[in-house]
């Protein structure tokens, strides 16, 4: 089993990637993340596009670069709309070595067995032009949304094909977190950090992906423990 543990910023150049443009204020970023153990980082979406200014930068501090969400609406967009909105990201991504990009519906619908299916289709052909273009698509339920508990991660996944990957977060399924697990192990691509329990670990005996743990950098010293702890148990 591989854990590798990623830095989520809350709270900087996650919106305005201009502050990484700056050589001081973005080494500073960066020695706090490689000084706090972080195996990579997580920026926000427009930051794919500088791909040799990020990719020179997280080198240097022997980083990796992970894939932020994108924000989709597939409820009203055919597949290629949304892809081509996203497909500059996608490919800066896959360009950064990211292997996986999670994505998350935004609408908060209740969809019908009709509406399933149409958005199970999208979905899958969603994932398969992520595929086309090198990377994993992988779901992020969230709270308030159309996936947002164990009973519809089963409908999405009984309307898509297993080219789609989840994304586990005990945050938002809760209890559901360990019957999920042991439902769809093989299709668990990314974990929040709080979800890697014992007892959910356990049913994930072939998982190797990302952990992201969301923090403000001048804070991150403060995981290193855990960090630590999360790493001896893989």
């Not at 000084?35 to 979406?45: K, M, S, T, Y």
């Not at 508990?149 to 789609?164: E, K, N, Y």
């Not at 945050?171 to 559901?176: I, N, Q």
Request: with cysteine; aromatic share 6%.
């Amino acid at each position: 089993m591989t854990i590798r543990i990623g830095a989520g910023p809350v709270g900087w150049f996650e919106d305005d990637f201009s502050a990484f443009r700056n050589e001081s204020v973005r080494e500073a970023h960066l020695y706090a993340v490689a000084r706090a153990r972080f195996d990579g980082l997580c920026l926000n979406p427009g930051s794919a596009r500088e791909v040799a200014c990020v990719q020179a930068s997280l080198a240097r501090h022997r980083l990796q670069f992970i894939a932020p969400t994108h924000v989709i609406d597939l409820s009203h967009r055919s597949a290629h709309l949304v892809f081509n909105e996203i497909e500059r990201h996608i490919r800066g991504a896959r360009a950064l070595g990211a292997t996986e990009v999670s994505v998350c519906e935004q609408s908060r619908a209740v969809l019908s067995e009709p509406h399933w299916e149409r958005f199970g289709e999208r979905l899958t052909a969603l994932s398969k032009l992520f595929a086309d273009a090198g990377v994993r698509l992988v779901y992020r339920p969230a709270k308030g949304t159309i996936i947002s508990s164990a009973r519809t991660i089963d409908t999405l996944f009984a309307h898509v094909d297993g080219s789609v990957a989840l994304m586990l977060d005990s945050s938002v399924l809760g209890a559901d977190s360990i019957t999920i697990a042991r439902n769809y192990s093989p299709r668990v691509a990314l974990i929040a950090p709080d979800t890697a329990t014992d007892a959910i670990m356990a049913e994930l005996p072939r998982f190797s992906g990302w952990t992201m743990m969301n923090a403000r950098l001048d804070q991150a010293s403060e995981h290193i423990d855990s960090i630590d702890e999360m790493a001896k148990a893989a």
